[in-house]
C-alpha cells in the first residue's frame, strides 16, 4: 500500500492540532455531565433518590464509545483518516442533537450512545494521524500533547458543563457541540491530507460487528450503578457470559476468516501484547482514582460533591501535564523508561494515598503526573510494534484496553471494599439516647463514630493499596517494552 506523501513541518503541525481539538471536544463530552445529572432528572421527573435511574446516561456514552472503536479504527486505516474524522464529526453532532431536543431518558441515552460512537473513535484515529504524519522519533511528543487534550477533558467537562448549564440550561451542553463540529470539521477538511489513494484491503465487517457486541456486552454487564449491594449488577453475570461466549465467536471467526480486524502478520505481539496489559491497568487506577477519592471526600473527609471534585483537581490537573512530558521523554528514552518509570511512580503515589489520608493531596498530584507519563509510551509501542496499515486498529486497541481496566478496577475494587466496610462495621451498635444520661450518651455517640471513621480509614487504605499493586503489575509488564536502541530500529 503506498503511502500518502508528507506535507510540510507546518501543515502537519496545523493538522495533528485540529485532530487534537476534535479529540478535546469528544473527552469534554464524557465527563460534560457530572456536575448537571441532577439537573436532567430533575426535569424528567426522576427523584433524586433515585439518581441511578440515569446511570444509562453514562452506560449508553461508554458503549458506544468502546464498542464501536475497533471498527472505526480499522476504517481508518481503509478510507483514510480524514473521511473517518469527518463521519464521526458528524456522528458527534447527530448525537448532540438528539441529546439536545430529547423529551425523555430513552431518546436523550439514545443521543449520548450515539456521542459516545463517534466522539470515542476520534482519539484513536488521531493518534494514527499522529503515526502517519510524524516520524517515529517525533511522534511521541506528538502522542503526549494528543494524550493531554484528552486527559485536558476530564478537567473541564464537568466545569464547562456547569458553566453553560448555568447560563442556557442543560441542553445548551449539547446545542454548543453543533457549531463546534462543523468548525472542526473545516479546519479538518483543509488541513489533514486526504489519502493518496484508496486501499484495496478489505474490511472485515462480521469481525468488526462480533466485536463491538462482545465488548457492549462486557460493558453492560459490568457497569454496576449500585456497587455497595455486589461485585457486579443484578444482570451483570449472564451479560458477561454472552459477551465471553461473543468474544469466543469472534476468535473463531478472526481464525476462519481470510480476512482479519488486526492482521497478525508483521505484528510484534509480545511488546503490543505487554503494552495492552499496562494500558488496561492504567484505566483500572484512573477509574479507581475518579470514583474512590470523590467518595473518600464525601464520606470520611465531610466534604460535598464541590468540595470533593476540588480535591480530585489534584489528580486530574497533572494528568495532562504528565501526559505532554511522558511523550517528550518516549522521544529521548524510548517507551520502557517512562512506563516503566510512571507506573512505579504511580504505586508509589497510591501508597502515599492509602497513609496519609486525611493529607491526600500531594498523593493525588503526584498519582496524577506519573499515570499521564505513561500515555504517549503506550500508545507510541502500539504503533511502532504493527504494521503502518493497521495503525487506527492498534490505537483503539490501547484506548479499549484501558476503558476497560476502567470499568473491572471499579466494579473489582470499590464493591470488595465496600463488602470489607460492611463487615467491619456489622458489630457496630448505633447508640440511642434512652437510658443513658446526656454524658453518657455523647461518650458513646463519640465512640461509634471513632469506630466508623476507623473502619472508613482501613476500607480507602485498602482500595488504594490495591491501586498501587496494580500500578506495580502495570510496571512489570512496562519492563518488556521497547527500549531507545529497539525503537530507532523501527522503520516507518
Not at 206 to 223: E, K, P, Q, R, S
Not at 265 to 291: I, Q
Not at 372 to 396: C, D, F, K, N, R
Request: proline share 5%; aromatic share 6%; charged share 15%.
Amino acid at each position: 500500500m503506498k503511502s500518502p506523501a508528507v506535507p510540510s513541518r507546518a501543515r502537519r503541525r496545523v493538522a495533528i492540532g485540529a485532530a487534537g481539538a476534535t479529540v478535546l471536544i469528544g473527552s469534554i463530552d464524557a465527563y460534560v455531565l457530572v456536575s448537571v445529572l441532577v439537573d436532567i432528572i430533575g426535569e424528567f421527573d426522576i427523584p433524586v433518590n433515585h439518581l441511578e435511574r440515569a446511570t444509562p446516561l453514562v452506560t449508553g456514552y461508554l458503549l458506544g464509545y468502546i464498542a464501536g472503536m475497533p471498527l472505526l479504527g480499522r476504517l481508518s486505516d481503509r478510507f483514510g483518516r480524514r473521511a473517518v474524522i469527518h463521519a464521526c464529526l458528524i456522528g458527534f453532532a447527530a448525537g448532540s442533537l438528539i441529546s439536545a431536543t430529547a423529551t425523555d431518558m430513552v431518546t436523550l441515552t439514545a443521543g449520548r450512545a450515539l456521542q459516545g460512537l463517534a466522539g470515542g473513535a476520534l482519539l484513536p484515529v488521531t493518534m494514527a494521524l499522529a503515526a502517519d504524519l510524524f516520524s517515529s522519533r517525533r511522534r511521541p511528543v506528538v502522542l503526549g500533547w494528543v494524550g493531554a487534550a484528552q486527559e485536558l477533558g476530564a478537567v473541564l467537562g464537568p466545569l464547562f458543563g456547569a458553566g453553560v448549564a448555568l447560563l442556557v440550561g442543560w441542553r445548551g451542553i449539547f446545542w454548543i457541540n453543533l457549531p463546534l463540529a462543523v468548525l472542526a470539521a473545516v479546519a479538518i477538511h483543509f488541513t489533514v491530507p486526504a489519502r493518496s489513494e484508496r486501499s484495496r484491503e478489505r474490511v472485515d465487517f462480521v469481525g468488526g460487528a462480533l466485536l463491538a457486541i462482545a465488548l457492549g456486552l462486557l460493558v453492560v454487564g459490568l457497569y454496576n450503578p449500585e456497587p455497595e449491594d455486589a461485585v457486579l449488577p443484578s444482570w451483570g453475570a449472564p451479560v458477561i457470559a454472552a459477551g465471553v461466549a461473543v468474544l469466543i465467536a469472534f476468535g473463531l471467526w478472526q481464525w476462519r476468516s481470510p480476512v482479519k480486524l488486526l492482521d497478525p502478520v508483521g505484528v510484534r505481539w509480545k511488546p503490543f501484547g505487554l503494552g495492552l496489559a499496562a494500558s488496561l491497568a492504567t484505566g483500572a487506577a484512573l477509574m479507581v482514582t475518579l470514583v474512590d477519592v470523590q467518595l473518600l471526600a464525601q464520606t470520611l473527609l465531610d466534604k460535598d460533591a464541590a468540595g470533593g471534585t476540588l480535591l480530585l483537581l489534584w489528580f486530574l490537573i497533572g494528568l495532562p501535564i504528565g501526559a505532554v512530558a511522558g511523550g517528550r521523554l518516549t522521544a529521548v528514552f524510548g517507551e520502557r523508561v517512562p512506563a516503566v518509570a510512571g507506573m512505579l511512580a504511580s504505586a508509589g503515589a497510591y501508597l502515599l494515598i492509602a497513609y496519609s489520608i486525611p493529607d491526600v493531596q500531594v498523593g493525588l498530584a503526584v498519582a496524577g503526573l506519573a499515570l499521564g507519563l505513561v500515555i504517549a509510551p503506550l500508545s507510541s509501542v502500539a504503533l511502532s510494534t504493527t504494521p503502518e496499515g493497521q495503525h487506527g486498529m492498534a490505537s483503539a486497541a490501547v484506548v479499549v484496553a484501558r476503558m476497560m481496566g476502567m470499568l473491572l478496577g471499579v466494579a473489582a475494587l470499590t464493591s470488595w471494599s465496600l463488602h470489607r466496610f460492611q463487615s467491619a462495621t456489622a458489630d457496630l451498635d448505633t447508640p440511642l439516647p434512652f437510658g443513658v444520661s446526656e454524658s453518657e450518651y455523647q461518650e458513646q455517640q463519640a465512640a461509634y463514630l471513632d469506630a466508623f471513621d476507623a473502619a472508613l480509614t482501613v476500607q480507602y487504605q485498602e482500595i488504594f493499596t490495591a491501586t498501587a499493586l496494580i500500578c506495580l503489575a502495570g510496571a512489570v509488564a512496562s519492563i518488556g517494552l521497547p527500549g531507545r536502541r529497539e525503537r530507532d530500529r523501527v522503520v516507518v
